[in-house]
T-cell receptor
Framework: AQSVTQLGSHVSVSEGALVLLRCNYSSSVPPYLFWYVQYPNQGLQLLLK??????LVKGINGFEAEFKKSETSFHLTKPSAHMSDAAEYFCAVDNAGNMLTFGGGTRLMVKP | NAGVTQTPKFRVLKTGQSMTLLCAQDMNHEYMYWYRQDPGMGLRLIHY???????AKGEVPDGYNVSRLKKQNFLLGLESAAPSQTSVYFCASSSGLRGVFRETQYFGPGTRLLVL
């Protein structure tokens, strides 16, 4: 069975600093990988996804993630954090056909 | 398009009471899902449906039932609520297309359920 591990349930950065949210997965077949963002009291919104092809994926709001098969990782980055990026971020893997397994989530806090 | 909608937004139940959560989507999606979200555990799949009239169990199905009588609606039922079912429930849908491009799941705004 696939699993997803997000290192760090809480990450705090200063406004303008680099954002790095870590995600590692286990999968027996080539995975499809997703990052979702959840703002307070809202549902999940797709940030970006990796299916096939280019391993560096760009998403909305300046975020990007790189699929590294050798490291079984799909870390999310953003060069410069904004206050509006404060939210919870979820990494998910789909390798069973439209079924997602989610990580535990990382709450990002941005300090002024 | 409204996307995925959920009713109610918030509900308080007493132990042993029953209730039904309604999910509706207007995107003509084949697949629909119910998840629960608990702190530190991400989202866990309760039940899902791959088309009208079909349902299947997910990771944590005990204590829940579902029905998909119409393609656009997916109902989640709690027959006898327990405090362990206090959670935030999310519905999602996807087109379910197979092939090179895996389809994105679109989420509703959630239902907060408190069982006393």
């Amino acid at each position: 069975a696939q699993s997803v591990t997000q290192l760090g349930s809480h990450v705090s950065v200063s406004e303008g600093a680099l954002v790095l949210l870590r995600c590692n997965y286990s999968s027996s077949v080539p995975p499809y990988l997703f990052w979702y963002v959840q703002y307070p009291n809202q549902g999940l919104q797709l940030l970006l996804k990796y299916t096939t092809g280019a391993t560096l994926v760009k998403g909305i709001n300046g975020f990007e993630a790189e699929f590294k098969k050798s490291e079984t990782s799909f870390h999310l980055t953003k060069p410069s954090a904004h206050m509006s990026d404060a939210a919870e971020y979820f990494c998910a893997v789909d390798n069973a056909g439209n079924m997602l397994t989610f990580g535990g989530g990382t709450r990002l806090m941005v300090k002024p | 398009n409204a996307g995925v909608t959920q009713t109610p937004k918030f509900r308080v139940l007493k132990t042993g009471q029953s209730m039904t959560l309604l999910c509706a989507q207007d995107m003509n999606h084949e697949y629909m899902y119910w998840y629960r979200q608990d702190p530190g555990m991400g989202l866990r799949l309760i039940h899902y449906s791959v088309g009208e009239g079909t349902t299947a169990k997910g990771e944590v199905p005990d204590g829940y039932n579902v029905s998909r009588l119409k393609k656009q609606n997916f109902l989640l039922g709690l027959e006898s609520a327990a405090p362990s079912q206090t959670s935030v429930y999310f519905c999602a849908s996807s087109s379910g297309l197979r092939g090179v491009f895996r389809e994105t799941q679109y989420f509703g705004p959630g239902t907060r359920l408190l069982v006393l």
